[in-house]
């Protein structure tokens, strides 16, 4: 909730600046958003050795969306949240955890998916 009311407040005063003295000049900043992360689905793969993990972070048709973690065979739904950053966050976090322990991870941009409900 607070983050979106700094994006709306950071939004105003970029279209209609304010008029008082100007603070000193800094380097445009663009944000880095993958292609994946526009398409609202990001799966990476992990390797060390004969040992993979992977993640995925994706929007369900609800507008929310969830990320996986997959280990030695296990399946883990480790965040669930509203907004697709969010999810891409979490993904992000455990992928440098991974990457910590010795793990080299990839983006692979066309994936099929199947899933299994209970």
């Known amino acids: 909730m607070f983050s979106n009311c700094l994006f709306i407040f950071v939004c105003m005063l970029v279209t209609n600046p304010l008029s008082w003295a100007q603070a000193p000049s800094m380097p445009a900043v663009t944000p880095q958003v993958s292609a994946e992360a526009e398409v609202g689905d990001i799966f990476l793969l992990c390797k060390r050795d004969k040992s993979v993990r992977w993640l995925r972070a994706y929007k369900l048709d609800s507008g929310k969306c969830k990320t996986l973690y997959s280990k030695e065979g296990y399946l883990q739904v480790v965040s669930s949240a509203t907004y697709f ?3 891409e966050g979490v993904l992000q976090s455990v992928r440098q955890n991974i990457e910590e322990g010795g793990f080299k ?6 994936v099929s998916y199947f899933g299994i409900e209970n």
């Open 105 to 110: 991870c990839t983006a692979m941009p066309q």
């Open 85 to 87: 950053a969010s999810c």
